[in-house]
């Protein structure tokens, strides 16, 4: 990316250090059964006395004791011992992370073992430590229509570990709704609205009518903060598949609270390392071309004598074969026999054949040396004895004679390379010539004739790419007929072997074409018409580079190549292969509003359920028009994932149409979504009259752990209504 300073860039927050357990000052509330609330959210945990001594008389507290609602149990590698960690220390230990679990299994509570510890941890903190019993009321939360399991079991730990005196349960929402619409004063809450609460795991929907919730008309969706968080995360996984980093669901999470519905686009900054770079002065960058020139100049000498020898090698060899060719006319039939066969040859072809075998070779070494070497002219060397009849030589003359024949073939070899290379400038000179010529006679129509040869090489070369990929593909076309080509060649008639002694011939091969058909289907090798046109395609580009003002770099093969759609460089923008910090970067675009329209369409992330206006339509169907309007006038919007930015604006697009045009739409939301929901619990624990629901110790061990009274906020679900209360 050329310009990444002009981005707005957001880094990851950094994790907070894990708290100390500080235990606050017990004894003001020691023998005062003061209410002790808690929040039991999926996520966080939220605690503490309804009040605070400091402002008794004044109010209900402001601020709960808040904890991550995880914990973890292993052992430490050091110590071997058992170590139990909860709240925000698990996110510091690997192996904490690895074995950290939650009270809750999705939507339903059932890691009791966890919520114990959760407790525990709650009611050490609260200072309550030295005492046989927890002796205050408690006022805790349970999901809408919560299972009686759950209930039950929490009951049980309730009443039986920790000895509470009485215990009220009470719906989350319900109380974030009391909080921003009820009274000032110790009343009960009087208020219309219909609530939409955003939870971790689910979205229920519960119609509040004279300030009491009418659960039978209440419904829930199984989608969630956690499960838009995971959907964020699969589709940036999906979009980064070689992210350097991993991203994690909490940073998901942080991300998905801040920025739905915000910005055209957001840019995260994951932590990165920066590489080290150690930059060297123009001394060390000279000695190390210099060595690196002497160390190429060492192995081209070493190659050289190495082929030098392999060429004496074969030349000593080839003489031995002509010298042994030779003594077949000056032996009889059988010493020649004789001979043939202590060197492994059954017949005179034989010996022949590889004495054209060596000549061919020994020349096409001597060629590639000539050609390796200078085209400095060299004298034309004697040969005096190849002139001489071989009568009038001795044997020594002999060998000389016929090395000096050698030496001979040799030489003219390279007279030849070097008449052909001489040739080839030549033509080639003449060539750029007629070019030069060309062009200052007409340089736009040489131009355009360069671009059409530059436009139908890429052609070419684009469809041989576009050919190999669809041969990845088996039921492609172009596979398909690969496979015809090669079933074609099984299925050839060939000669048989009857013909074949009667004298008949395979024709395959005379013509040059039939090869063809073994380079189409061969996919693995490269062509070398795909190297010519490599080729050609360069030294175009070059010429039109040099001499074409319209012909830029951005108009180069590698170039185009290598370019990418204005839509993809939008959706992923691309950084510089050294660029760290931008490849550490998450750009989020459509993927934020993907993961918030899950709440509307859960279909956009595979769920069978109907979106949040299909459930909002069909719970207002259950009411008449009068009440309808009394409802739609405050629309609440209930939960942490509430505090989403657009959320309101999107919450009433999609109820308008389904409302009359006259019917009043007011959408709001909660003052502070997470602590709202404690704070409205604590308002209502000050308020005695309140407790007349609760259950006691008694009726616990009377009803059984899955009973309680029916009151305005909480479940209705094993609920029982107390005439006497």
């Known amino acids: 990316m050329s310009n990444p300073e002009a981005l707005s860039i957001a880094h990851l927050p950094t994790l907070p250090s894990p708290r100390p357990l500080h235990q606050l000052d017990y004894e003001p509330f020691r023998g005062q059964k003061s209410p002790i ?90 200072g309550i430590d030295d005492a046989d019993a927890v002796e205050h009321p408690v006022f805790m939360t349970e999901r809408l229509c919560s299972p009686l399991h759950s209930r039950t079991l929490t009951s049980e730990l309730m009443f039986e570990l920790y000895g509470v005196p009485r215990l009220l349960y009470g719906i989350d929402s319900l109380m974030s709704f009391y909080q921003n619409n009820g009274p000032s004063t110790k009343s009960f809450c009087k208020a219309d609205g219909l609530i939409v609460s955003f939870n971790t795991a689910s979205t229920s929907v519960v119609p509040m009518l004279s300030g009491k919730g009418i659960l039978s008309h209440c419904k829930r969706i199984p989608w969630g903060a956690s499960h838009a968080a995971d959907y964020l995360q699969r589709l940036v996984q999906l979009k980064y598949p070689t992210f350097p980093g991993r991203v994690t669901s909490p940073q998901i999470t942080v991300d998905i609270s801040k920025s739905l519905y915000a910005q055209h686009e957001r840019v995260i900054q994951f932590p990165f390392a920066a590489p080290t770079e150690n930059e060297k002065t123009e001394e060390e960058l000279a000695r190390g071309a210099e060595r690196r020139r002497l160390q190429g100049k060492k192995l081209q000498e070493i190659a050289a004598q190495k082929r030098a020898e392999k060429l004496a090698d074969m030349e000593e060899w080839l003489q031995h074969l002509t010298e042994l060719l030779d003594r077949r006319e000056t032996i009889s039939g059988e010493e020649w026999k004789r001979a043939l066969s202590a060197e492994s040859y059954q017949n005179d072809a034989e010996l022949e054949n590889d004495v054209k075998k060596a000549e061919k070779e020994v020349n096409k070494r001597r060629k590639k040396d000539a050609a390796d070497g ?24 002999l060998k000389e004679k016929r090395k000096q024949r050698m030496m001979k ?31 200052e006679r007409d340089l736009g129509g040489w131009a355009d004739k360069l671009r059409r040869e530059h436009e139908a090489t890429m052609i070419r070369i684009k469809e041989r790419t576009r050919r190999k990929a669809a041969l990845s593909d088996r039921k492609s076309a172009v596979a398909q007929a690969r496979m015809k080509s090669i079933a074609s060649l099984a299925a050839d008639d060939r000669v048989s072997k009857k013909r074949r002694k009667t004298g008949g011939e395979d024709m395959f091969g005379a013509d040059d074409a039939d090869w063809a058909i073994y380079r189409k289907i061969n996919t693995a090798a490269a062509s070398s018409d795909e190297e010519d046109d490599v080729a050609r395609l360069e030294t175009v580009e070059s010429k039109l580079l040099a001499h ?178």
């Open 374 to 397: 200078d085209d400095q002219e060299e004298e034309e060397p004697s040969f005096p004895l190849l002139d001489t009849p071989d009568e009038e030589l001795d044997e020594e003359s």
């Open 548 to 725: 074409d003002p319209t012909f830029s770099a951005e108009h180069t093969y590698a170039a185009l190549a290598q370019k990418r759609s204005a839509l993809m460089q939008a959706f992923r923008p691309q950084y510089d292969e050294g660029d760290p910090a931008g490849a550490a970067r998450v750009h989020l675009s459509t993927e934020r509003w993907r993961a918030c329209e899950t709440w509307f369409s859960p279909g956009i992330a595979g769920v069978d359920a109907a979106g949040l206006g299909e459930v909002i339509q069909n719970v207002l169907a259950r009411f008449n028009e009068q009440e309808k309007g009394r409802l739609v006038k405050n629309v609440f919007l209930a939960g942490a994932p509430s505090e989403m930015p657009e959320l309101m604006e999107r919450v009433h697009n999609v109820m308008r149409p389904i409302l009359p045009p006259e019917m009043e739409l007011r959408v709001c939301r909660a003052e502070d979504g997470s602590l709202d929901p404690w704070r409205g619990m604590a308002h209502n624990a000050l308020n005695s009259d309140l407790w007349k629901y609760a259950v006691t110790n008694e009726e616990y061990n009377e009803w059984g752990g899955e009973r309680i009274r029916r009151w305005w906020g909480g479940n209705w679900n094993s609920s029982f209504v107390d005439d006497t209360v």
């Open 37 to 126: 609330v808690i929040d039991n959210g999926s996520s966080t945990l939220r605690y503490g006395f309804a009040y605070d001594p400091a402002r008794r008389g004044v109010g209900p507290r402001i601020y709960p004791d808040t904890s991550p609602n995880v914990i973890s149990r292993f052992k430490d590698r050091k110590s071997n011992k058992p170590v139990l960690i909860f709240g925000d220390g698990v996110e510091f230990d690997s192996g904490a992370r690895a074995q950290a679990r939650t009270p809750w299994e999705g939507d339903v509570l059932l890691n009791f073992d966890a919520l114990e510890n959760a407790l525990d941890y709650a009611f050490l903190r609260m």
């Open 409 to 439: 073939a040799g030489w003219e070899a390279r007279v030849r390379v070097r008449r052909e290379k001489e040739r080839e400038r030549e033509e080639k000179e003449a060539e750029e010539r007629r070019e030069a010529d060309e062009r």
